[in-house]
């Protein structure tokens, strides 16, 4: 009994020695685990630290950035109504669905003032006709509007072919708006003077089929770098500004776009609201036929 109690003092001391050994020679301590866990669960962890940030760039744009709906009310409040103009109107597209057209003529009000004309996006680049602008345009006519049409100009295709191609989708008849430009981007990797003779090019051919000056839509800042040269100084120019008492552009300007957040019975959400800088007497001076001259209000 004497001989072994020794020797199981013996393997008793080396079987607790053998765990720590163990931990110490193939890294089950604490600062060992870090490699295993960056090794094995390194895939989800990435994952879901992409996926938090994507989520929180998106609410931020949502709530803070992007310009439609109550994302900008909620800085600066429900759209609010120029004063001093009673000649207003809407821009519309495929957003906008199906429209009411019977509530819109009938119902629809901006500050106490009808409807009075809408412009209908017609065509994208040398290749897109937005969906909706056979209905919409047919029914802004028949609904007692004066309407409108416009192209949404493309970096990625040349002048010439956008307008040929908005002239081959888009039939303006007497009593229409002239044909609208939207031009919001400068391309990159070309010379401002370059870019102007680009949109020259489309505003010449397009001129040169309806005999008017096409209207240039684009928002104030774009307007100040890129294309404030006399050479453009002759085109009624309709201007974005939003959630601003005046326009602050100094130059001419027929057309304010003053908010992307308007409400009106007919169209489910929210849509583009204008107002003309004029009377319903120039406005229809404006149109295709309407007058050899344009009027020049400021």
Known sequence: MSTKTPTRSRYQTTRHRKPTTYRRSHGWGLLSLLPFMKKGRRWPWLLGGIGILVLYVWAFYYFFVGPTGFRWRALYGDAKYPAGYEIHGIDISHYQGTINWNRLRYSAMVDGCPIRFIIIKATEGSSRVDENFSDNFDNAREYGFIRGAYHFWSNKSSARDQAYYFLSKVHLEEGDLPPVLDIEHMPQGKSVEDFQMDVLTWLHIVEDKYHVKPI???????????????????????????????????????????????????????????????????????????????????
């Open 216 to 298: 240039i839509y684009t928002y104030y800042k774009f307007k100040e770098r890129y294309l404030s040269t006399s050479v453009f100084d002759g085109y009624p120019y309709w201007i974005a500004h939003y959630y601003v008492d005046k326009v602050e552009y100094k130059g001419k300007w027929k057309f304010w776009q003053h908010t992307d957040a308007g409400q009106l019975p007919g169209i489910k959400g929210n849509v583009d609201l204008n107002i003309y800088n004029g009377s319903y007497y120039d406005l229809m001076q404006l149109t295709i036929g309407g007058s050899d001259e344009m009027t020049t209000d400021e």
